[in-house]
Protein backbone atom coordinates (compact mmCIF):
# COMPACT_ATOMS: atom_id res chain seq x y z
CA UNK A 1 0.00 0.00 0.00
CA UNK A 2 1.50 3.31 -1.24
CA UNK A 3 0.80 6.48 1.51
CA UNK A 4 1.40 9.97 0.79
CA UNK A 5 2.74 10.19 4.88
CA UNK A 6 1.68 14.04 4.92
CA UNK A 7 -1.82 12.97 4.33
CA UNK A 8 -2.03 10.13 6.61
CA UNK A 9 -4.94 9.12 8.65
CA UNK A 10 -3.78 7.96 12.16
CA UNK A 11 -5.33 6.49 15.05
CA UNK A 12 -3.93 7.10 18.20
CA UNK A 13 -4.16 5.57 21.66
CA UNK A 14 -2.70 6.52 25.17
CA UNK A 15 -3.18 4.16 27.85
CA UNK A 16 -0.33 4.81 30.01
CA UNK A 17 -2.10 6.47 33.23
CA UNK A 18 -5.59 6.22 34.92
CA UNK A 19 -6.60 8.56 32.02
CA UNK A 20 -7.42 6.40 28.47
CA UNK A 21 -7.47 8.73 25.61
CA UNK A 22 -7.79 7.75 21.73
CA UNK A 23 -8.13 10.00 18.81
CA UNK A 24 -7.79 9.77 14.84
CA UNK A 25 -5.74 12.60 13.58
CA UNK A 26 -3.89 13.88 9.95
CA UNK A 27 -1.08 16.18 9.57
CA UNK A 28 -3.99 19.15 10.06
CA UNK A 29 -5.18 18.22 13.59
CA UNK A 30 -7.41 15.63 15.67
CA UNK A 31 -10.30 14.61 13.32
CA UNK A 32 -12.19 13.07 16.56
CA UNK A 33 -11.30 12.17 19.93
CA UNK A 34 -12.19 10.46 23.30
CA UNK A 35 -10.80 10.47 26.38
CA UNK A 36 -12.32 8.75 29.76
CA UNK A 37 -11.39 9.09 33.36
CA UNK A 38 -13.44 7.19 35.31
CA UNK A 39 -10.64 4.79 37.13
CA UNK A 40 -12.34 2.07 35.56
CA UNK A 41 -9.57 -0.86 34.00
CA UNK A 42 -8.69 0.20 30.15
CA UNK A 43 -9.90 -2.81 28.71
CA UNK A 44 -13.25 -2.40 29.55
CA UNK A 45 -13.98 0.98 27.75
CA UNK A 46 -11.05 1.10 25.27
CA UNK A 47 -12.26 -0.74 21.96
CA UNK A 48 -16.03 1.35 22.60
CA UNK A 49 -13.50 4.43 22.63
CA UNK A 50 -11.95 3.39 19.37
CA UNK A 51 -14.96 2.90 17.76
CA UNK A 52 -16.72 6.12 18.76
CA UNK A 53 -13.81 7.90 17.37
CA UNK A 54 -13.85 6.12 13.87
CA UNK A 55 -17.17 6.83 13.78
CA UNK A 56 -17.53 10.41 14.50
CA UNK A 57 -14.19 11.46 12.12
CA UNK A 58 -16.04 9.77 9.46
CA UNK A 59 -13.57 7.91 8.06
CA UNK A 60 -14.06 4.17 7.96
CA UNK A 61 -11.67 2.10 9.85
CA UNK A 62 -10.36 0.56 6.58
CA UNK A 63 -8.98 3.58 5.28
CA UNK A 64 -6.49 4.35 8.26
CA UNK A 65 -3.42 4.57 7.36
CA UNK A 66 -0.98 3.97 10.43
CA UNK A 67 -2.12 3.15 14.42
CA UNK A 68 0.45 4.71 17.08
CA UNK A 69 0.46 3.89 20.90
CA UNK A 70 1.80 5.54 24.09
CA UNK A 71 4.38 2.82 25.45
CA UNK A 72 5.45 4.24 28.19
CA UNK A 73 6.77 4.53 31.17
CA UNK A 74 2.90 4.81 32.54
CA UNK A 75 1.06 2.11 34.71
CA UNK A 76 2.27 -1.96 33.86
CA UNK A 77 -1.62 -2.98 33.24
CA UNK A 78 -2.49 0.24 31.30
CA UNK A 79 0.34 -0.29 28.64
CA UNK A 80 0.13 -3.81 28.44
CA UNK A 81 -3.62 -3.52 27.43
CA UNK A 82 -2.95 -0.13 24.51
CA UNK A 83 -0.23 -2.06 23.16
CA UNK A 84 -1.87 -5.34 22.26
CA UNK A 85 -5.13 -3.82 21.31
CA UNK A 86 -3.34 -1.52 18.51
CA UNK A 87 -1.05 -4.04 17.65
CA UNK A 88 -4.21 -6.67 17.30
CA UNK A 89 -5.97 -3.51 14.91
CA UNK A 90 -2.68 -3.37 13.00
CA UNK A 91 -2.16 -6.92 11.98
CA UNK A 92 -6.15 -7.10 11.13
CA UNK A 93 -6.02 -4.19 9.32
CA UNK A 94 -2.37 -4.80 7.59
CA UNK A 95 -1.48 -1.32 8.51
CA UNK A 96 1.49 -0.57 9.98
CA UNK A 97 2.13 0.74 13.91
CA UNK A 98 4.62 2.77 15.97
CA UNK A 99 4.99 3.28 19.39
CA UNK A 100 5.54 6.62 21.48
CA UNK A 101 7.05 6.84 24.33
CA UNK A 102 5.28 9.10 26.81
CA UNK A 103 8.42 11.32 28.34
CA UNK A 104 8.68 12.30 24.57
CA UNK A 105 5.16 13.10 24.24
CA UNK A 106 5.33 15.42 26.95
CA UNK A 107 8.32 17.00 26.29
CA UNK A 108 7.14 17.91 22.57
CA UNK A 109 4.36 19.66 24.45
CA UNK A 110 6.42 22.08 26.70
CA UNK A 111 7.28 25.22 25.29
CA UNK A 112 10.53 25.45 24.07
CA UNK A 113 12.06 28.85 25.70
CA UNK A 114 14.63 26.98 28.65
CA UNK A 115 17.95 25.42 27.98
CA UNK A 116 16.01 22.39 29.23
CA UNK A 117 12.80 20.74 28.95
CA UNK A 118 12.06 18.19 31.65
CA UNK A 119 9.29 15.58 31.36
CA UNK A 120 8.36 14.47 34.92
CA UNK A 121 6.52 11.56 35.70
CA UNK A 122 5.31 10.36 39.34
CA UNK A 123 6.55 6.94 39.11
CA UNK A 124 5.10 6.36 42.82
CA UNK A 125 7.45 5.29 45.66
CA UNK A 126 8.83 9.15 46.08
CA UNK A 127 10.15 8.59 42.72
CA UNK A 128 9.75 9.54 38.83
CA UNK A 129 10.47 8.97 35.08
CA UNK A 130 12.49 11.52 33.80
CA UNK A 131 14.69 12.65 30.66
CA UNK A 132 16.30 16.04 29.80
CA UNK A 133 15.48 17.61 25.88
CA UNK A 134 16.99 20.43 24.44
CA UNK A 135 15.49 22.71 21.62
CA UNK A 136 16.69 21.56 18.17
CA UNK A 137 14.77 23.23 14.96
CA UNK A 138 11.74 24.15 17.41
CA UNK A 139 11.53 20.45 18.42
CA UNK A 140 12.58 18.51 21.63
CA UNK A 141 15.54 17.01 21.21
CA UNK A 142 16.54 14.30 23.69
CA UNK A 143 19.92 14.54 25.76
CA UNK A 144 21.45 10.82 27.11
CA UNK A 145 18.73 8.44 28.54
CA UNK A 146 15.26 8.09 30.31
CA UNK A 147 15.61 7.52 33.97
CA UNK A 148 13.39 6.52 37.32
CA UNK A 149 15.02 8.00 40.47
CA UNK A 150 13.83 10.37 42.78
CA UNK A 151 13.29 14.07 42.24
CA UNK A 152 16.44 15.59 44.17
CA UNK A 153 18.12 13.08 42.64
CA UNK A 154 16.95 14.69 39.13
CA UNK A 155 17.35 18.33 40.14
CA UNK A 156 20.92 17.48 40.65
CA UNK A 157 21.77 17.02 36.89
CA UNK A 158 20.19 20.20 36.09
CA UNK A 159 22.98 22.73 35.24
CA UNK A 160 20.68 25.50 33.91
CA UNK A 161 17.23 27.05 33.28
CA UNK A 162 14.89 24.21 32.71
CA UNK A 163 10.81 23.47 31.78
CA UNK A 164 9.23 20.82 34.11
CA UNK A 165 5.91 19.29 32.44
CA UNK A 166 4.16 16.77 33.53
CA UNK A 167 2.36 15.45 37.00
CA UNK A 168 5.71 14.75 38.56
CA UNK A 169 6.58 18.01 38.41
CA UNK A 170 3.26 19.07 39.66
CA UNK A 171 3.94 16.71 42.42
CA UNK A 172 7.29 17.77 43.41
CA UNK A 173 7.15 20.85 42.11
CA UNK A 174 8.64 22.13 45.78
CA UNK A 175 11.64 20.02 45.57
CA UNK A 176 12.56 21.55 41.86
CA UNK A 177 12.12 25.11 42.89
CA UNK A 178 14.01 24.53 46.53
CA UNK A 179 16.46 23.10 44.60
CA UNK A 180 17.43 25.17 41.63
CA UNK A 181 15.15 28.24 42.35
CA UNK A 182 14.50 30.61 39.36
CA UNK A 183 16.40 28.28 37.12
CA UNK A 184 12.80 26.33 37.37
CA UNK A 185 10.33 26.96 35.19
CA UNK A 186 7.01 25.36 35.01
CA UNK A 187 4.93 24.38 32.28
CA UNK A 188 1.01 24.95 32.19
CA UNK A 189 -0.95 22.60 34.04
CA UNK A 190 -2.99 21.93 30.38
CA UNK A 191 0.31 20.97 29.05
CA UNK A 192 0.94 18.04 31.95
CA UNK A 193 -1.88 15.28 29.81
CA UNK A 194 -0.72 14.20 26.84
CA UNK A 195 -2.61 14.77 23.77
CA UNK A 196 -3.22 12.07 21.38
CA UNK A 197 -2.66 15.02 18.96
CA UNK A 198 0.79 15.00 19.66
CA UNK A 199 0.94 10.99 19.61
CA UNK A 200 0.02 11.27 15.88
CA UNK A 201 1.95 14.31 15.07
CA UNK A 202 5.19 11.87 16.43
CA UNK A 203 3.94 8.74 14.98
CA UNK A 204 3.67 10.88 11.65
CA UNK A 205 7.66 12.04 11.85
CA UNK A 206 9.02 7.94 12.31
CA UNK A 207 6.46 6.97 9.56
CA UNK A 208 8.25 9.77 7.02
CA UNK A 209 11.71 8.70 8.33
CA UNK A 210 11.12 4.63 8.07
CA UNK A 211 8.64 3.23 6.16
CA UNK A 212 9.28 -0.59 7.24
CA UNK A 213 7.87 -0.66 10.97
CA UNK A 214 7.36 -3.81 12.54
CA UNK A 215 4.96 -4.77 15.19
CA UNK A 216 7.31 -6.64 17.30
CA UNK A 217 8.95 -3.60 17.79
CA UNK A 218 5.95 -1.97 19.73
CA UNK A 219 7.19 -2.84 23.06
CA UNK A 220 6.27 -1.51 26.50
CA UNK A 221 8.64 0.40 27.66
CA UNK A 222 8.86 0.52 31.60
CA UNK A 223 12.37 1.82 32.87
CA UNK A 224 11.53 0.43 35.99
CA UNK A 225 10.94 -3.26 36.43
CA UNK A 226 7.83 -4.62 37.79
CA UNK A 227 6.99 -5.90 40.52
CA UNK A 228 6.93 -9.71 39.77
CA UNK A 229 9.75 -9.02 38.51
CA UNK A 230 11.73 -7.78 41.56
CA UNK A 231 10.06 -10.04 43.95
CA UNK A 232 11.42 -12.89 41.53
CA UNK A 233 14.55 -11.72 41.74
CA UNK A 234 14.69 -10.81 45.65
CA UNK A 235 13.19 -14.67 45.70
CA UNK A 236 16.88 -15.86 43.94
CA UNK A 237 14.32 -17.54 40.92
CA UNK A 238 15.93 -15.47 37.97
Known amino acids: M ?3 WESMKILAVDTSTSTCSVGIANA ?10 SGQTHARHLMGMIHRSIAASGIPIEEID ?14 RIGISTIKGLAYALSRPAVGVTSLA ?7 LHTKFVCPVMDARRSEVYYGLYVSEGGEASQVGMHHVAPPSELAREIDGSCQFIGNGARLYR ?21 RVETVAKLALK ?8 KLSAVVPYYIRKSDAERHAKHDGSV
Do not use: K
Not at 183 to 189: D, I, K, Q
Open 2 to 4: HVV
Open 66 to 79: GLAVVTGPGTFTGL
Open 206 to 213: QFQENEQH
Open 28 to 37: DGVLAESVDS
Open 174 to 194: ETFETALGSLAMFSHACRDTI
Open 105 to 111: ALASQAE
